[in-house]
Nanobody, 120 residues
Framework: VQLQASGGGLVQAGGSLRLSCAAS????????MGWFRQAPGKERELVAA???????YYADPVKGRFTISRDNAKNTVYLQMNSLKPEDTAVYYC???????????????WGQGTQVTVSS
């Protein structure tokens, strides 16, 4: 599986962005998908995940502001980010794995990352 993330950019606090992650291959629907982020000097952390069956999971800091979704017909997973805060600034990565988990090691395939910068 190859993953291509896009949609990052510079936005003011309170604004919105939608990230997309396009996947290659015919088995996309069988994978759990996750969005992770990594800020400078910090570890990579899960932001949101969606199972192959559509169950969703969110990290506490983004609950109520971010929404993960998937379109299996388009082999794409999305991350809608609303009410963005400066602390959301990071490189965002999409990943594919066999199960939706908070563990970075649970994902075998990774996209290249897209920068999200939120100005105050």
């Amino acid at each position: 599986v190859q993953l291509q993330a896009s949609g990052g950019g510079l936005v003011q606090a309170g604004g919105s962005l939608r990230l997309s992650c396009a996947a290659s291959g015919r088995t996309f629907s069988s994978y759990a998908m996750g969005w992770f982020r990594q800020a400078p000097g910090k570890e990579r952390e899960l932001v949101a995940a969606i199972s192959s069956g559509g169950s969703t999971y969110y990290a506490d800091p983004v609950k109520g502001r971010f929404t993960i979704s998937r379109d299996n017909a388009k082999n794409t997973v999305y991350l809608q980010m609303n009410s963005l805060k400066p602390e959301d600034t990071a490189v965002y990565y999409c990943a594919a794995g066999r199960a939706a988990t908070y563990n970075v090691n649970g994902y075998a395939y990774w996209g290249q990352g897209t920068q999200v910068t939120v100005s105050s």
